[in-house]
């Protein structure tokens, strides 16, 4: 989940199909993990998370896979619609003494083609 | 429940100049956090309070930022002063507590330096 600058890889997907976005994690005593959606001039908005100790959970037209052998994270939105398109974050939440502490991996970016 | 407010959406400065961004989090939150998000990446956290004290601020760059959270509610963030490389956008995101997860973004502010 590091940084990709300014080039953000992008996903094209068909309205209607499933998307699959991936992400790889690099702290193996992340308590979370966390899938954040931003549109455009928008703040990134919580979609679902997993828990460490899980290796599946599904949502609403989304589910997320948690691979702890290889650490990777993927988020599949089913029948993916115009309003999927943005800039999809995996984020690895660790609780501490202090808080959680909640740190953000690069980005991906959907579009949705009618 | 409202969300988190911040102002302004837009700022444009000119290096060496400062500037002051504004968060109101939502209602009974007790946690706040600053994040910088630069163009094409995740976002990055500043600093993050616990009502009116400070819990991680191990990665702001102390010599020109700085931020408070005077009465446990509203807090600013300044920049003074402003280098080019602090264009970004500047999110502020609230929970109930240190422990929740899925924080609630505000839409940022975005910030030019020139």
């Known amino acids: 989940g590091e940084s990709v600058g300014l080039h953000l890889p992008t996903l094209s997907v068909q309205e209607g199909d499933n998307s699959i976005i991936n992400c790889a994690y690099s702290n193996s005593a992340s308590d979370y993990f966390i899938w954040y959606k931003q549109e455009s001039g928008k703040g990134p908005q919580f979609i679902i998370d997993?828990?460490?100790?899980?290796d599946k959970r599904q949502g609403q037209r989304v589910t997320v896979l948690l691979n702890k052998t290889v650490k990777h994270l993927s988020l599949q939105i089913a029948a993916t619609q115009p309003g999927d398109s943005a800039v999809y974050f995996c984020?690895?939440?660790?609780?501490?003494?202090?808080?959680?502490?909640?740190?953000f991996g690069g980005g991906t970016r959907v579009l949705v083609k009618p | 429940e409202a969300g988190v407010a911040q102002s302004p959406r837009y700022k444009i400065i000119e290096k060496r100049q400062s500037v002051a961004f504004w968060c109101n989090p939502i209602?009974?939150?007790?946690?706040l956090y600053w994040y910088q998000q630069i163009l094409g990446q995740g976002p990055k956290l500043l600093i993050q309070f616990q009502n009116n004290g400070v819990v991680d601020d191990s990665q702001l760059p102390k010599d020109r930022f700085s931020a408070e959270r005077l009465k446990g509610v509203d807090s600013t963030l300044k920049i003074q002063p402003a280098k080019l490389e602090d264009s970004a956008v500047y999110l502020c995101?609230?929970?109930?507590?240190?422990?929740?997860?899925?924080?609630?973004f505000g839409s940022g502010t975005r910030l030019t330096v020139v």
């Open positions: 209602s009974g939150h007790a946690t």
């Open positions: 997993i828990r460490s100790n899980m």
């Open positions: 984020a690895e939440n660790t609780f501490k003494a202090a808080g959680n502490k909640l740190t």
């Open positions: 995101a609230s929970s109930r507590s240190d422990r929740a997860l899925g924080y609630t």
